[in-house]
């Protein structure tokens, strides 16, 4: 038997799991869980990173003795070190407003064309380059570090750029595998302080002495670079058993998209807004960010509301289709009082603002359902290949109602589960780097429970709601 550490930070919680694998399972178990609350400081939206790090040790000291320790998170935010090593600022969330007007002015001086061969990347305001252009701490900068980076950092001092969040940066060149030190300097940006790749897989040092002593754990104790990006080991965990599917990496955010052998860098793809991001052994992870659930969690935020599992019975017994919105909307961004954007949203559209909480959820899950399906629908037809199974992994995988919606809209059997899917495929990393596991995807199929939705009605009425929206 052996036994990973498998640490797992989302926007507002992170999770140290234990993962027992023996070879024929995998299970996972929760030893701590810890708020990840942003703290806006002198106007500006911060990370708790010092916190996050203190969930870290607490979660390594209740997991034990461990064979390995594995840090994924959400992409694109990073730290920035000094000449002697230490954190310059605290790193800022990506919702920050510190980026406005930025993308648009690196667009018009490069071209779009230039960014989008280079990177592969969707055009989002908040992806690394952006935020480095708009970074008052670069001056002193010598390295900068991802934010599972700079967690590895604290728990090893090993210094180094795990390839699936590099990838997410807009300065790591998605046809070579490297940094894309040139557009760097042409963009005016110290490509010194990027670091070494590491692939996962690979090992990222043993704990420092403070560290083994704050945890209990043996200082030989080692830490391996997983799919460092959260969406990255998500994907890794997709139990697929046919290489035609697509997955919805679904919490936060909703990842839509294939996994492909090559990046697709077509005027067409940039155009429709898709990214290339780095996946596991130089796979592609051909998606589109759409807006997710964290438009039902700020409306939730707004109303005072915790009973997630009532909101969805309500929404599940009221009409059909009322109001529709476009999640991608720019107004949806930032955090803030969501049904005021949504009403305002309508009304903009000329469609009457849902009347109620259970309309306003039913409005943004039909929403979030007919943008799965329309950017299912161009990922196939960008990449040319087929689908015939979408796998629901993340949080959203419990989400009965949006998973039934799903599966109606794309008019496609939707296989929900794991819920776990980035602690499991960070752990699952670990492992097959130990030789413990060889096929990742059948040891998830053999050892998560996965509830299939068929997909019932027919798909008209979301074709006749998805012409309600404005054509992208
Ligand atoms: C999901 C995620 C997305 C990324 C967004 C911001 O947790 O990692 O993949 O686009 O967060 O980093």
Same mark, same amino acid.
């Given at each position: 038997m052996s036994v990973y550490a498998a640490v797992d930070l989302g926007a507002s919680s992170g999770r140290v799991m234990t993962a027992r694998i023996d070879g024929e399972r995998i299970d996972l178990t929760e030893v701590h869980r810890f708020a990840n609350r942003p703290v806006r400081v002198g106007g500006t939206l911060h990370w708790d990173i010092l916190? &996050?790090?203190?969930? /870290? *040790? @607490?979660?390594?000291?209740?997991? +034990?003795?461990? @064979?390995?320790?594995?840090?994924?998170?959400?992409? /694109?935010?990073?730290? &920035? #070190? @000094? +000449?002697? +090593?230490? #954190?310059? +600022?605290? $790193?800022?969330?990506?919702?920050?407003?510190?980026?406005?007007?930025?993308?648009?002015? /690196?667009?018009?001086?490069?071209?779009?064309? !230039?960014?989008?061969? %280079?990177?592969? &990347?969707?055009?989002? $305001?908040?992806?690394?380059?952006?935020?480095?252009?708009?970074?008052?701490? &670069?001056?002193?900068?010598?390295? *900068?570090?991802?934010?599972?980076?700079? #967690?590895?950092?604290?728990? !090893?001092?090993? /210094?180094?750029?795990? %390839?699936?969040?590099?990838?997410t940066t807009g300065l790591y060149d998605v046809r070579t595998g490297d940094w894309a030190r040139d557009l760097a300097e042409r963009l005016g940006l110290p490509a010194g302080i990027l670091p070494e790749l590491r692939r996962p897989g690979s090992p990222a040092g043993t704990l420092l002495a403070d560290v083994a002593e704050e945890t209990g754990l043996p200082g030989t104790t080692p830490v391996t670079a997983v799919a460092s990006h959260d969406t990255a080991s998500a994907v890794v965990a997709v139990p697929a058993s046919t290489g035609r599917f697509a997955y919805i990496s679904s919490g936060t955010w909703s990842l839509v998209g294939l996994e492909l052998p090559k990046p697709v860098l077509t005027e067409e793809s940039r155009l429709a807004n898709f990214t290339n991001e780095g996946g596991l052994d130089g796979t592609i992870r051909y998606l589109r960010n759409v807006m997710g659930l964290w438009i039902l969690q700020e409306c939730m935020r707004t109303w005072g509301e915790t009973d997630v599992a009532g909101l969805l019975d309500a929404a599940a017994q009221v009409p059909p289709f009322e109001a529709v919105i476009d999640p991608d909307d720019p107004a949806f961004l930032p955090p803030g009082d969501m049904p005021a954007r949504i009403a305002a949203y309508c009304e903009r559209t000329g469609q009457r603002p849902p009347q109620g909480r259970a309309q306003t959820v039913r409005c943004v899950l039909e929403s979030l359902a007919l943008a799965y399906r329309r950017t299912l629908r161009d990922a196939v037809r960008l990449s040319g290949q087929d689908v015939e199974v979408v796998h629901v992994v993340g949080g959203g995988a419990r989400n009965a109602l949006l998973c039934r919606m799903t599966a109606e809209a794309t008019g496609l059997p939707v296989v929900a589960g794991p819920v776990e899917a980035a602690a499991l495929g960070n752990a699952l990393v670990q492992a097959r780097a130990q030789g413990v596991v060889s096929d990742i995807r059948a040891l998830v199929r053999q050892s998560e429970h996965l509830v299939t939705y068929m997909p019932e009605g027919g798909q008209e009425p979301w074709a006749r709601a998805e012409e309600r929206l404005p054509v992208r």
């Amino acid at each position: 038997m052996s036994v990973y550490a498998a640490v797992d930070l989302g926007a507002s919680s992170g999770r140290v799991m234990t993962a027992r694998i023996d070879g024929e399972r995998i299970d996972l178990t929760e030893v701590h869980r810890f708020a990840n609350r942003p703290v806006r400081v002198g106007g500006t939206l911060h990370w708790d990173i010092l916190a &996050l790090h203190r969930g /870290v *040790l @607490d979660g390594l000291r209740a997991a +034990g003795p461990v @064979d390995s320790i594995g840090i994924d998170s959400w992409a /694109v935010d990073y730290g &920035l #070190l @000094d +000449g002697a +090593g230490r #954190l310059i +600022g605290n $790193p800022v969330h990506y919702r920050d407003g510190r980026t406005a007007g930025v993308m648009e002015r /690196v667009v018009a001086e490069l071209g779009a064309d !230039t960014l989008y061969q %280079v990177g592969g &990347l969707q055009f989002l $305001p908040f992806n690394t380059v952006y935020q480095l252009l708009a970074e008052p701490g &670069l001056d002193r900068a010598e390295t *900068l570090l991802m934010i599972p980076d700079l #967690l590895t950092h604290w728990l !090893t001092g090993s /210094v180094g750029a795990e %390839v699936t969040n590099a990838s997410t940066t807009g300065l790591y060149d998605v046809r070579t595998g490297d940094w894309a030190r040139d557009l760097a300097e042409r963009l005016g940006l110290p490509a010194g302080i990027l670091p070494e790749l590491r692939r996962p897989g690979s090992p990222a040092g043993t704990l420092l002495a403070d560290v083994a002593e704050e945890t209990g754990l043996p200082g030989t104790t080692p830490v391996t670079a997983v799919a460092s990006h959260d969406t990255a080991s998500a994907v890794v965990a997709v139990p697929a058993s046919t290489g035609r599917f697509a997955y919805i990496s679904s919490g936060t955010w909703s990842l839509v998209g294939l996994e492909l052998p090559k990046p697709v860098l077509t005027e067409e793809s940039r155009l429709a807004n898709f990214t290339n991001e780095g996946g596991l052994d130089g796979t592609i992870r051909y998606l589109r960010n759409v807006m997710g659930l964290w438009i039902l969690q700020e409306c939730m935020r707004t109303w005072g509301e915790t009973d997630v599992a009532g909101l969805l019975d309500a929404a599940a017994q009221v009409p059909p289709f009322e109001a529709v919105i476009d999640p991608d909307d720019p107004a949806f961004l930032p955090p803030g009082d969501m049904p005021a954007r949504i009403a305002a949203y309508c009304e903009r559209t000329g469609q009457r603002p849902p009347q109620g909480r259970a309309q306003t959820v039913r409005c943004v899950l039909e929403s979030l359902a007919l943008a799965y399906r329309r950017t299912l629908r161009d990922a196939v037809r960008l990449s040319g290949q087929d689908v015939e199974v979408v796998h629901v992994v993340g949080g959203g995988a419990r989400n009965a109602l949006l998973c039934r919606m799903t599966a109606e809209a794309t008019g496609l059997p939707v296989v929900a589960g794991p819920v776990e899917a980035a602690a499991l495929g960070n752990a699952l990393v670990q492992a097959r780097a130990q030789g413990v596991v060889s096929d990742i995807r059948a040891l998830v199929r053999q050892s998560e429970h996965l509830v299939t939705y068929m997909p019932e009605g027919g798909q008209e009425p979301w074709a006749r709601a998805e012409e309600r929206l404005p054509v992208r």
